[in-house]
């Protein structure tokens, strides 16, 4: 199963405004695993870069103005992501301004591309609790340091994290058993050991003379019931 972790950096918040995408992501997962493919690139936007904007990502117009336009990368963009599912934190926004530079550069848009908005999981697994990026890396214990603006590649990949553990955590290995006996499994992607599992003794829970009796005189009542074959074999 392969699926494509994206995120977008972006002049504002509204394409049909004049905001533009300056920076893009797409990080690859088989599985539920990183594969260590992605698909990176910055956008010369050619307009202005608003001071809020750049406080968010500081990328300024004089770095973007040596990169190229969206339309030059939308065609391998297409191709990176084929029709694979698109895992994204709050897909609407990314959404928006994607379909609106697939147009302008003479795509189709992705209306009916397959969509993972990572939000409504997080808001299905903590209900009331904060699911922004930096709030459910925390939750679960991700790594932030380098994080110390937003960057599109960055945040797939912390993205990329957050969503395998919402889906239920990596899979690290499996263990096996043998012969009643514990051994340590290994993961085949990681070369990880892991921790044996325990076996816990089997409980037996004795009848009393009473429960017998109570028991035989219950089942008297029902002289075809299946039990009593069970019983006679």
Not at 80 to 109: C, Q, W
Request: hydrophobic fraction near 40%; include cysteine; glycine fraction near 6%.
């Amino acid at each position: 199963m392969r699926e494509i972790v994206l995120d977008t950096e972006t002049t504002g918040l509204d394409p049909n405004s004049g905001h533009k995408i300056v920076e893009i992501a797409c990080v690859e997962l088989k599985n539920h695993m990183p594969t260590g493919r992605h698909f990176h690139h910055y956008l010369n936007p050619q307009r202005d870069m608003p001071a809020e904007a750049f406080k968010v990502h500081g990328l300024s117009v004089e770095f973007l103005s040596a990169f190229g336009l969206f339309e030059s990368i939308a065609g391998p963009f297409l191709d990176f992501i084929e029709t694979s599912p698109l895992v994204i934190h709050n897909a609407g926004f990314d959404m928006k301004f994607l379909n609106y530079e697939l147009r302008h550069a003479g795509f189709p848009a992705l209306n009916k591309h397959p969509i993972i908005d990572t939000i409504p999981l997080a808001r299905k697994a903590f209900p009331g609790a904060q699911v922004n990026l930096d709030a459910l890396c925390r939750r679960f214990k991700i790594d932030l340091a380098a994080r110390e603006k937003h960057g599109a590649l960055l945040d797939a990949q912390l993205l990329a994290e957050v969503y395998l553990e919402l889906k239920g955590g990596k899979q690290h290995g499996m263990v096996f058993m043998n012969n009643g006996e514990n051994i340590t499994g290994k993961s085949e992607i990681l070369g990880e050991e892991t921790a044996p599992k325990k076996l816990w003794p089997v409980r037996v829970f004795p009848l009393t003379v009473q429960e017998q009796k109570d028991h035989t005189a219950f089942m008297a009542k029902y002289p075809k019931a299946l039990w009593h074959q069970l019983k006679n074999d």
